[in-house]
């Protein structure tokens, strides 16, 4: 094994584990995953089959993954957030045929004790804020917080709230990069 998993983690046949990966106390990963190298699974993790993490995912703890969602590299999933992956669930109507598809694309951040309903793909360096329930796609490296979720502003890929000047131009105050605001699209330059 090149990754390292708590003796009270269960890890179920046919994973995929990429090297340096973490699974701690009491986490379940589900059969048919695949989870990239260096992630960080913690306490109370529950992987659903065939979800897909990325490489260097941070997962926080007491989070459930569904079936149906993609997290992409360099994705942070903050304590106890969770995503869902049937719109209507009913306990005595079996919807397996139907979870919808969630991508949190690369370098994104979702808060603590957020939700995201199935379905809405969460953009590249996005941040959600804790306890946002994210409703509808969030563009890349925008800020959304609320219930609903609403866009309150931009971050940039280090995690600061991005001001544009006249121009349409923002600097990060910790990386120094650049980025430009076109048609409420944000961009690095």
Partial sequence: MDYFAHET????DGCN???GTKIW????IMSNCTLGENCNIGQNVVVS????LGK????QNNVSIYSGVICEDDVFLGPSMVFTNVINPRSAVNRRGEYSKTTVKRGA?????ATIVCGHDIGEFAFIGAGAVVTKHVPAYALV???????MGWMSEFGHRLEFDADGVAICKESGEKYKLTNQTVHKI
């Fill in 9 to 12: 983690a269960i890890v179920d």
């Fill in 17 to 19: 584990i990429g090297k």
């Fill in 25 to 28: 106390h009491f986490s379940h």
């Fill in 49 to 52: 089959p065939e979800v897909i």
């Fill in 56 to 59: 260097n995912v941070k997962v």
């Fill in 109 to 113: 951040s979702i808060g603590a004790n």
């Fill in 145 to 151: 917080v609320g219930n609903p979720a609403r866009q």
